[in-house]
């Protein structure tokens, strides 16, 4: 009995020492700083980060030491990874949640493809089920991992004014899902009301929907019609791209995502 106590007391100190030394690990590579290389190569690849207001900038910086710890990238179809890729992809996921508390936490693997790649996708009608191949520049899954054409990640991120970032509407799907259900419905902030979310995005969803259906020009792009998770994708692209135009045009869309990301790029200075 003695001997069974001994050993349940070690486990579980064992257990709470891992549980410290994560929490520690975490902590210290939060507070880290990028070094001067790593930043210079950060601000080459992402330009947007020239107007992020300076409170942020280490906050970003201890972000993107977590991600680069707990994710593993991995070149596919030749391709040869550089420093420079997984540096751009992490600033680019980590901007989006750089002052929220949300995190990516199911993320462990990124594949980053030389160019737009092969998917199997399923479908179902009825009891028929049937796979097609299709060309992807991006996947986003519930659990991991997330896929990436690394030339329109980049270019992406390099042309910060077009309204149009793979990262940005892939991390939103990762976002998405972190609520359990990749259906436009993030999780949110205590105080920030489900209700409220829902009946903005519903409607403005369904809206959209209507826009596209009859031809009509609209300001968030037209694939977000596909689903309410593309439509919060899209959105999510021009929030950071096109703040101001964005707040113009949907504004309630843009006051949703300033309180699930507590950020107002519309606000920071225009390029
Ligand atoms: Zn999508």
């Known amino acids: 009995m003695v001997w069974f106590l001994i050993a349940l007391a070690a486990v579980a100190g064992l257990f709470v020492?891992?549980?410290?030394?994560?929490?520690?690990?975490?902590?210290?590579?939060?507070?880290?700083?990028?070094?001067?290389?790593e930043r210079e190569i950060v601000f080459q690849q992402v330009p947007l980060l020239e107007r992020l207001p300076q409170e942020f900038h280490s906050k970003l910086e201890g972000k993107i030491n977590l991600?680069?710890?707990?994710?593993?990238?991995?070149?596919?179809?030749?391709?040869?990874?550089?420093?420079?890729?997984?540096?751009?992809?992490?600033?680019?996921a980590c901007l989006i949640v750089v002052n929220s508390d949300q995190w990516y936490k199911h993320l462990r693997t990124i594949l980053v493809y030389p160019g737009a790649f092969k998917s199997k996708q399923t479908y179902q009608d009825g009891f028929v089920v049937s796979e097609?191949?299709?060309?992807?520049?991006?996947?986003?899954?519930?659990?991991?991992p997330i896929v990436l054409s690394w030339p329109h990640s980049e270019q992406g991120a390099l042309n910060d004014l077009d309204g149009h970032n793979l990262v940005f509407h892939e991390f939103a799907h990762q976002l998405d899902g972190l609520s359990g259900y990749t259906d436009g419905a993030p999780l949110l902030d205590r105080g920030h009301r489900f209700e409220e979310w829902a009946k903005v995005f519903s409607n403005r969803f369904k809206a959209h929907v209507e826009d596209v259906k009859h031809g009509h020009k609209t300001f968030l792009d037209p694939y977000g019609a596909e689903g309410p998770e593309e439509f919060f994708a899209v959105a999510m692209e021009v929030f950071f791209e096109k703040p101001q135009k964005l707040q113009r045009e949907e504004p309630q869309v843009y006051e949703q995502l300033?309180?699930?990301?507590?950020?107002?790029?519309?606000?920071?200075?225009?390029?």
């Open 132 to 144: 097609k191949e299709t060309y992807r520049l991006g996947e986003s899954w519930q659990h991991g």
């Open 258 to 271: 300033t309180k699930l990301l507590n950020l107002k790029p519309a606000e920071w200075p225009a390029d």
């Open 17 to 37: 020492y891992r549980v410290w030394s994560k929490r520690q690990r975490r902590a210290a590579l939060l507070a880290a700083p990028l070094s001067a290389e």
């Open 67 to 92: 991600f680069l710890d707990q994710v593993e990238f991995y070149g596919c179809d030749g391709l040869d990874l550089t420093e420079e890729m997984q540096l751009s992809i992490a600033a680019q």
